[in-house]
């Protein structure tokens, strides 16, 4: 069992940043792949980011590609969203995700079933 902490939310302008953070606990080794998604009102959840724990490697959709970094601490725990140059379309709930075997990170073509471990969500408006 796993469970996950989202934090670093919050209003900002466009061309802002922001810095999300994911504090893990449990059974950390299903959360050996873990990823970032959002989900606007009205539209559905969609993964931005994903990180694959054993090696570090990251996965971005086009979207968010060069604008965003995802990335771990094993030490702390934590998985980080670092987003710059904001836009309003980014306005969503983010929630991070765990799994043991979200393999479908590594074509870059996850989703939502790709996961089973769900933290509670984080604001993000930009204005």
């Known amino acids: 069992h796993v469970q996950l902490v989202e934090s670093g939310g919050g209003s900002v302008q466009a061309g802002g940043s922001l810095t999300l953070s994911c504090v893990f606990s449990g059974d950390t080794y299903t959360s050996n792949y873990m990823s970032w998604f959002r989900q606007a009102p009205g539209k559905e959840r969609e993964g931005v980011a994903c990180?694959?724990?054993?090696?570090?490697?990251?996965y971005y959709k086009n979207s968010v590609k060069g604008r965003v970094t995802v990335s771990q601490d094993h030490a702390k725990n934590t998985m980080y969203l670092q987003m710059l140059s904001l836009k309003p379309e980014d306005t969503a709930m983010y929630y991070c995700a765990a799994d043991i075997g979200a393999w479908n990170c590594e074509g870059g073509n996850w989703s939502i079933a790709d996961f089973g471990y769900w933290g509670q969500g984080t604001q993000v408006t930009v204005s």
């Open positions: 990180i694959f724990g054993d090696t570090r490697l990251t």
